[in-house]
């Protein structure tokens, strides 16, 4: 079947996530809200943003800064109301820009009124919304862990047994075995969708299905892989997913994405094979572990052709089958331009040179607030200064087993931290960076943003920001960039990263220098002829050459008709 011709609009745009907490804050409290979204549309439009995934905003004790809901259908309190929902979603249409909401059901709050019935009797009526186990020799059912550090079991009192967490102990997973559960949840999906809104993002949605009688993880020494492996992907995933899409998302021209995690792409076709009718797209993490050590957790520095083979193998598992996605940075990442880049003297080639890679690539590209400004990693100085619950009980782990260096541990958030993505966003000069005129931010704001900043960056024409507003509108409408094939022309190069996107009519190269080091290169056989350069993140970049010396960071991309 060769279905990836079909035209869809999320394939032809691409996405701008907002982290609403961080965003901009209209009511002086120090916490972005929907009313500072709603303020910053016009922002948005002019860089030239057409869909929002906007992080929960669903009411929450924000354990997990809102991926713990409390009810699905009220608005947090900090963020607003309904009333303040309908005027952004109102005010987004008016800019024809559509909205995309987080869909976190893998697990609720534990305040969920569910919850707060479930954990009541063994025979409450919600009871199996959630997912009990017995104890065994009174320790926890099995081996399992949380994601975020300890036991992925906490114990009950009134029930004598253990729920499931794959989560902190705030957010018991649910039951998707349970009918009554789904039911409930489509119906809840169907609210939001029947008041406008375009589709979901959805919150580990590979995690849904637990394996047949819960397992014992069996440990090999790469935590991450073991835990996600065993999570991911259980026997019923696609059944509930069809199910889904059959009950709600059949009936609506929406966009579904599912934060892959522990998706590969040899799972890739099952979750998005446009025959499939599960979901449109997925996000996978596989470029995210490249600079992880597997074993030690510890950074690693990214080797670029293990990189280009991530995008190689999912560009191949999808073809003529689904649609790809790429990113570089969501809410959970440090700041790509710290982390694959170089945030200083480079800053701008580099941050630019990423922005070529994401918006070239044969993928829809999702992209995530301050990226358009180079916005990089921050100092933490003090581990009090960090939110991320990750985090927290990461150090709280260190210190019981007897690692008690807050040097130690903090020289490693600098580098992993999510907190790094969830500083606010930097707009003006003024103090607390314009995000909001309280004194105390729910976050530290970068103390970079005198010059980082959206308003600076709006002033200068040659910033990192006008680069983005230009390469999103080239994008836009260029056939050949949404829907030409792919094909890396050199697989092995340490430095330079080099490909191809074509149709019959039209070829667009793409030459990245990933290094910071100027690169010599020959170009590949394969390119005859490169025709007119057509975006390049240097003023002087030149035109045809056998062989091009490549500037730090550099990116250029040509545009020929096909011989
Ligand atoms: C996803 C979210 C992350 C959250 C976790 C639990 O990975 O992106 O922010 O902590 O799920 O909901
Ligand atoms: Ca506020």
């Given at each position: 079947?060769?279905?990836?011709?079909?035209?869809?609009?999320?394939?032809?745009?691409?996405?701008?996530?907002?982290?609403?907490?961080?965003?901009?804050?209209?009511?002086?409290?120090?916490?972005?809200?929907?009313?500072?979204?709603?303020?910053?549309?016009?922002?948005?439009?002019?860089?030239?943003?057409?869909?929002?995934?906007?992080?929960?905003?669903?009411?929450?004790?924000?354990?997990?800064?809102?991926?713990?809901?409390?009810?699905?259908?009220?608005?947090?309190?900090?963020?607003?109301?309904?009333?303040?929902?309908?005027?952004?979603?109102?005010?987004?249409?008016?800019?024809?820009?559509?909205?995309?909401?987080?869909?976190?059901?893998?697990?609720?709050?534990?305040?969920?009124?569910?919850?707060?019935?479930?954990?009541?009797?063994?025979?409450?009526?919600?009871?199996?919304?959630?997912?009990?186990?017995?104890?065994?020799?009174?320790?926890?059912?099995?081996?399992?862990?949380?994601?975020?550090?300890?036991?992925?079991?906490?114990?009950?009192?009134?029930?004598?047994?253990?729920?499931?967490?794959?989560?902190?102990?705030?957010?018991?997973?649910?039951?998707?075995?349970?009918?009554?559960?789904?039911?409930?949840?489509?119906?809840?999906?169907?609210?939001?969708?029947?008041?406008?809104?375009?589709?979901?993002?959805?919150?580990?949605?590979?995690?849904?299905?637990?394996?047949?009688?819960?397992?014992?993880?069996?440990?090999?020494?790469?935590?991450?892989?073991?835990?996600?492996?065993?999570?991911?992907?259980g026997p019923q995933v696609h059944e509930f997913l069809q199910e889904m899409h059959r009950e709600v998302l059949a009936a609506?021209?929406?966009?579904?994405?599912?934060?892959?995690?522990?998706?590969?792409?040899?799972?890739?076709?099952?979750?998005?094979?446009?025959?499939?009718?599960?979901?449109?797209?997925?996000?996978?993490?596989?470029?995210?572990?490249?600079?992880?050590?597997?074993?030690?957790?510890?950074?690693?520095?990214?080797?670029?052709?293990?990189?280009?083979?991530?995008?190689?193998?999912?560009?191949?598992?999808?073809?003529?089958?689904?649609?790809?996605?790429?990113?570089?940075?969501?809410?959970?990442?440090?700041?790509?331009?710290?982390?694959?880049?170089?945030?200083?003297?480079?800053?701008?080639?580099?941050?630019?040179?990423?922005?070529?890679?994401?918006?070239?690539?044969?993928?829809?590209?999702?992209?995530?607030?301050?990226?358009?400004?180079?916005?990089?990693?921050?100092?933490?100085?003090?581990?009090?200064?960090?939110?991320?619950?990750?985090?927290?009980?990461?150090?709280?782990?260190?210190?019981?087993?007897?690692?008690?260096?807050?040097?130690?541990?903090?020289?490693?958030?600098?580098?992993?931290?999510?907190?790094?993505?969830?500083?606010?966003?930097?707009?003006?000069?003024?103090?607390?960076?314009?995000?909001?005129?309280?004194?105390?931010?729910?976050?530290?704001?970068?103390?970079?943003?005198?010059?980082?900043?959206?308003?600076?960056?709006?002033?200068?024409?040659?910033?990192?920001?006008?680069?983005?507003?230009?390469?999103?509108?080239?994008?836009?409408?260029?056939?050949?960039?949404?829907?030409?094939?792919?094909?890396?022309?050199?697989?092995?190069?340490?430095?330079?990263?080099?490909?191809?996107?074509?149709?019959?009519?039209?070829?667009?190269?793409?030459?990245?220098?990933?290094?910071?080091?100027?690169?010599?290169?020959?170009?590949?056989?394969?390119?005859?002829?490169?025709?007119?350069?057509?975006?390049?993140?240097?003023?002087?970049?030149?035109?045809?050459?056998?062989?091009?010396?490549?500037?730090?960071?550099?990116?250029?991309?040509?545009?020929?008709?096909?011989?």
């Amino acid at each position: 079947m060769n279905n990836t011709t079909t035209q869809q609009w999320w394939k032809e745009t691409f996405v701008y996530q907002i982290y609403p907490r961080s965003f901009k804050d209209s009511n002086h409290d120090g916490i972005g809200d929907l009313k500072g979204i709603t303020q910053s549309l016009d922002y948005l439009k002019k860089l030239g943003v057409e869909v929002i995934w906007l992080s929960p905003i669903f009411k929450s004790p924000n354990d997990d800064n809102g991926y713990d809901i409390s009810d699905y259908q009220e608005i947090m309190d900090e963020f607003g109301t309904m009333a303040d929902f309908d005027e952004m979603l109102a005010e987004m249409k008016k800019r024809e820009i559509k909205l995309i909401l987080d869909l976190v059901v893998n697990h609720s709050s534990d305040e969920h009124h569910w919850f707060q019935e479930a954990k009541k009797s063994k025979d409450n009526p919600y009871r199996d919304y959630y997912i009990w186990r017995e104890g065994k020799d009174g320790q926890a059912p099995n081996n399992w862990v949380s994601m975020f550090g300890g036991s992925a079991w906490e114990y009950n009192p009134a029930t004598e047994d253990y729920y499931l967490h794959l989560f902190t102990c705030k957010q018991p997973d649910l039951n998707w075995q349970n009918p009554a559960l789904r039911k409930e949840i489509y119906q809840m999906m169907r609210f939001w969708l029947d008041k406008g809104v375009d589709g979901f993002r959805m919150d580990v949605i590979p995690f849904i299905s637990k394996q047949e009688g819960l397992p014992d993880i069996q440990y090999t020494g790469q935590l991450l892989f073991d835990i996600v492996n065993q999570y991911a992907n259980g026997p019923q995933v696609h059944e509930f997913l069809q199910e889904m899409h059959r009950e709600v998302l059949a009936a609506y021209e929406v966009m579904s994405v599912g934060e892959g995690i522990g998706v590969y792409a040899k799972d890739a076709y099952e979750y998005v094979g446009e025959d499939r009718k599960e979901l449109n797209l997925i996000y996978y993490f596989d470029h995210m572990f490249l600079d992880r050590d597997a074993k030690t957790d510890k950074p690693i520095s990214l080797e670029l052709p293990r990189l280009k083979q991530v995008i190689r193998d999912w560009d191949e598992a999808l073809k003529g089958k689904g649609w790809n996605t790429f990113y570089l940075n969501n809410h959970d990442q440090p700041r790509s331009v710290s982390r694959f880049g170089e945030d200083t003297q480079y800053r701008y080639a580099s941050a630019t040179m990423l922005a070529t890679l994401l918006f070239t690539l044969k993928a829809t590209p999702f992209m995530y607030q301050g990226e358009e400004l180079g916005m990089t990693n921050t100092t933490f100085t003090d581990i009090e200064d960090l939110n991320d619950v990750w985090m927290r009980n990461l150090w709280a782990k260190w210190q019981q087993e007897g690692k008690n260096n807050p040097k130690d541990f903090l020289a490693f958030a600098n580098i992993t931290s999510r907190d790094h993505a969830r500083t606010p966003f930097q707009w003006d000069d003024s103090p607390q960076a314009g995000f909001t005129d309280s004194e105390k931010p729910w976050l530290l704001v970068n103390t970079n943003y005198p010059k980082i900043n959206a308003q600076e960056a709006q002033a200068d024409k040659n910033s990192i920001w006008h680069y983005y507003q230009k390469i999103i509108s080239l994008r836009k409408g260029n056939h050949t960039l949404i829907y030409g094939d792919y094909t890396d022309l050199d697989p092995q190069h340490p430095q330079v990263f080099v490909y191809v996107r074509e149709t019959k009519e039209e070829k667009i190269t793409v030459i990245l220098n990933f290094s910071p080091q100027e690169v010599i290169y020959e170009l590949p056989a394969q390119i005859t002829h490169l025709g007119e350069i057509f975006i390049s993140n240097y003023p002087d970049s030149q035109g045809e050459a056998a062989h091009t010396v490549l500037k730090p960071y550099e990116a250029k991309v040509y545009c020929a008709a096909q011989s």
